[in-house]
């Protein structure tokens, strides 16, 4: 063999691997499968950093956007990140389509809390549209903002538009001012009987009313008829709200709703099927998984129940040791639906995994995610 033929065999070598490698799993090119909870690495064969985010297909391609996260707690997040993959399974880095700001006093100056980012698409502004729960720099979680930015490409740079609270001074649809409750400004015993009936009844609805209602753990949501909602736990977590969004998707039109409240529910993950809603939450128990919710409904600002845990299979009663965060309606393929968690890791967050998992319909319609340790996007 030649010195040429030996280079270029090694080159070849190195290219299979590298291939190989850029998978979430170690799969075939022909068949790449998706192992929820390993690690996953991008093409360049770095560990994936994009937590808590979501997905879109545009041009030809997945774009999913997540949390930069450090692998050290204290350190500061750097924005939103933003992947690209033709498959859903080998991913490219694009960089971060948000960037945390230098500038001191800033919304998002570094340092900030970025969490939960969507992205959604803008048919009349030909926009790329994020939404994400901001907390401002040294504050905690004590200012439970939303946060706008847009883009006129999937990868970005996206502009920071605004932050703040959702609808001030606006009550929501379901709730009638007069028969509210006027107890926002008294302190009374958490979890008691008496305290569970004031909120239901709407006292911290009442007690934000003036600066708007708080948003934290949140999702969007794009109806068939290119309506856009913004779904957020509210409250101190303690209760939903769905509120629909201009026709430009940058700012609340004003209508909204509570749904559940007082269920204390979080991390909420949408989709539709044959005219009917569904929705995926979580409990609130910090980094600590639980037994996850789902929700359903005729119309987004409608009435919604609850149905029992929709997971089978190994951890089920935990979520697969995850929290929900995302449900992607696959492109070209009918009731094809994944549902996105996230695997938290309170040590290092930048360490936390992924667990993507087919959404399956019972004879009876109703959707349920079960526990698969390998799967391929190509058997949906």
């Given at each position: 063999m030649t010195s040429r033929q030996i280079i270029r065999t090694f080159l070849l070598s190195c290219s299979i691997a590298a291939a190989a490698f850029s998978h979430p799993s170690e799969a075939t090119a022909a068949n790449p499968t998706i192992r929820p909870g390993e690690i996953w690495k991008d093409a360049a064969g770095d560990t994936i950093n994009a937590h808590g985010g979501g997905v879109i297909f545009a041009d030809g391609k997945y774009y999913w956007y997540g949390e930069h996260r450090a692998s050290v707690r204290p350190n500061p997040q750097e924005g939103v990140n933003v992947y690209s993959s033709p498959n859903l399974t080998d991913w490219t880095y694009e960089g971060l389509a948000l960037k945390a700001s230098d500038q001191p006093g800033h919304d998002i100056e570094r340092g900030c809390i970025f969490e939960r980012p969507k992205v959604i698409y803008n048919k009349k502004t030909g926009k790329y549209v994020m939404y994400f729960h901001l907390e401002l720099k040294g504050k905690g979680y004590g200012p439970a903002r939303y946060a706008v930015a847009v883009s006129d490409a999937p990868t970005g740079p996206f502009k920071f538009l605004k932050s703040g609270r959702v609808n001030p001074t606006l009550m929501p649809t379901n709730l009638a001012y007069d028969k509210a409750s006027k107890r926002a400004g008294e302190k009374m015993e958490w979890w008691t009987p008496e305290w569970r009936s004031e909120i239901g009844n709407g006292m911290f609805t009442l007690r934000d009313l003036p600066g708007g209602q708080m948003s934290r753990d949140m999702t969007l949501f794009v109806d068939d008829n290119g309506k856009a909602y913004h779904i957020?736990?509210?409250?101190?977590?303690?209760?939903?709200?769905?509120?629909?969004?201009?026709?430009?998707?940058?700012?609340?039109?004003?209508?909204?709703?509570?749904?559940?409240?007082?269920?204390?529910?979080?991390?909420?993950?949408?989709?539709?099927?044959?005219?009917?809603?569904?929705?995926?939450?979580?409990?609130?128990?910090?980094?600590?998984?639980?037994?996850?919710?789902?929700?359903?409904?005729?119309?987004?600002?409608?009435?919604?129940?609850?149905?029992?845990?929709?997971?089978?299979?190994?951890?089920?009663?935990?979520?697969?040791?995850?929290?929900?965060?995302?449900?992607?309606?696959?492109?070209?393929?009918?009731?094809?639906?994944?549902?996105?968690?996230?695997?938290?890791?309170?040590?290092?967050?930048?360490?936390?995994?992924?667990?993507?998992?087919?959404?399956?319909?019972?004879?009876?319609?109703?959707?349920?995610?079960?526990?698969?340790?390998?799967?391929?996007?190509?058997?949906?």
């Open positions: 957020y736990s509210s409250e101190d977590n303690l209760t939903l709200h769905i509120a629909e969004l201009t026709d430009d998707y940058l700012d609340h039109t004003g209508r909204y709703i509570r749904i559940f409240p007082g269920g204390h529910n979080e991390a909420p993950a949408v989709m539709k099927k044959d005219g009917k809603y569904w929705m995926i939450a979580s409990g609130c128990t910090g980094w600590a998984p639980n037994e996850a919710r789902l929700m359903t409904a005729d119309s987004m600002l409608g009435e919604w129940k609850q149905l029992p845990n929709p997971c089978r299979g190994e951890n089920a009663d935990k979520t697969f040791l995850g929290q929900s965060n995302y449900i992607l309606k696959v492109p070209g393929k009918k009731d094809s639906y994944i549902a996105m968690f996230d695997k938290w890791d309170p040590k290092s967050l930048k360490n936390s995994r992924y667990l993507w998992l087919p959404v399956e319909w019972g004879e009876d319609g109703v959707p349920y995610v079960e526990w698969k340790a390998e799967w391929s996007p190509s058997e949906l």
